[in-house]
């Protein structure tokens, strides 16, 4: 499957983005997705995973309440819907996708990756 992350941008604290991973290939719905982000100077780090039928979400404590993550299998798309954005929220975000049985948090389980897009929040 090939991955596509789009919807970055430069927004004040407190506004809000969404991003869209646009996934090809078939069987879009047997992917577990993630996001994940990385800001300057540190690591990558898990942000949100959502099943493939999009009944289970798992989410980082640092955005639980604010983002939420979401697919749309028939358009072949995950989203995740960042609000109450904070300028700690600035990073570039990559969208993963994996076959694994459970939820992952952990990066090296997601064999497929989109470019990263950028978020900038504004203080």
């Known amino acids: 499957v090939q991955l596509q992350a789009f919807g970055g941008g430069l927004v004040q604290t407190g506004g809000y983005l969404r991003l869209s991973c646009a996934a090809s290939?078939?069987?879009?719905?047997?992917?577990?997705m993630g996001w994940f982000r990385q800001a300057p100077g540190k690591e990558r780090e898990f942000v949100a995973a959502?099943?493939?039928?999009?009944?289970?979400?798992d989410y980082a404590n640092s955005v639980k309440g604010r983002f939420t993550i979401s697919r749309d299998n028939a358009k072949s798309t995950a989203y995740l819907q960042m609000n109450s954005l904070k300028p700690e929220d600035t990073a570039s975000y990559y969208c993963g996708a994996a076959t694994t049985a459970f939820l992952e948090r952990r990066q090296g389980v997601y064999p497929y990756w989109g470019q990263g897009t950028l978020v900038t929040i504004s203080s």
């Open positions: 959502i099943g493939g039928s999009g009944d289970m979400t």
């Open positions: 290939g078939r069987a879009f719905s047997t992917y577990n």
